[in-house]
Antibody
């Protein structure tokens, strides 16, 4: 079964930085696009970013463009999200998700890691 | 625009059918056949139910079906069961290479 395990979520002050990690297993990580999606507890899903298989092509939501950077290490089967200039509105559970092989969507999700931005 | 529009809530009795709509624009829902639907039970992670408008992943009940007309996509659940009670989100790829999720719909099985 596909496994995605996020880590790195914590409390941080506004303006601070944080790096999330997502350890992938039980599938050929290097063959799949990967995504980050966030969700404020009790609220809806918001797509954050996508990265292609070799890490050369990125896409970002307007709300995080220029502040967040998605990357991957295929040798370590790990996806990252570097988050800079954090704002209170970035507070959410961040999910790592695998891109569907045959469609433009995500098919497996991690359990999520909570990021809280507060002074 | 930052999200696709869904009804906040829908309800139905066991055995009935319900349809959830998802309205976007010609730059997302209307641009491609890349609409997907997710089911999320309270405290759980989302589960992919439909992709590319109408395709069901392996293991998803055939009671779930999807369609699209113009800028509006729809998810239909037939033969409603108690376990279908959950939040449902649509999602679409966009002409900018990004994705939007819908605002979410809470399904109540009466």
């Amino acid at each position: 079964e596909v496994q995605l395990v996020e880590s790195g979520g914590t409390s941080v002050q506004p303006g601070g930085s944080l790096r999330l990690s997502c350890a992938a297993s039980e599938f050929t990580f290097s063959s799949y696009y990967m995504h980050w999606v966030r969700q404020v507890p009790g609220k809806g899903l918001v797509w954050v970013s996508r990265l292609n298989t070799d890490g050369s092509k990125t896409n970002y939501a307007d709300s995080v463009m220029g502040r967040f950077t998605i990357s991957r290490d295929n040798a370590k089967n790990t996806l990252y999200l570097q988050m800079n200039s954090l704002r209170a509105e970035d507070t959410a559970v961040y999910y790592c998700a695998r891109g569907h092989r045959d469609g433009y969507c995500v098919d497996y999700w991690g359990q999520g890691t909570l990021v809280t931005v507060s002074s | 625009q930052s999200a696709l529009t869904q009804p906040a809530s829908v309800s139905g009795s066991p055995g009935q059918s319900i349809t959830i709509s998802c309205t976007g624009t010609s730059s997302d829902v209307g641009a491609y056949n890349y609409v997907s639907w997710y089911q999320q039970h309270p405290g759980k992670v989302p589960k992919l139910m439909i992709y590319d408008v109408s395709n069901r992943p392996s293991g998803v009940s055939n009671r779930f079906s999807g369609s699209k007309s113009g800028n509006t996509a729809s998810l239909t659940i037939s033969g409603l069961q108690a376990e279908d009670e959950a939040d449902y989100y649509c999602s679409s790829y966009t002409s900018s290479g990004t994705y939007f999720f819908g605002t979410g719909t809470k399904l109540t099985v009466l």
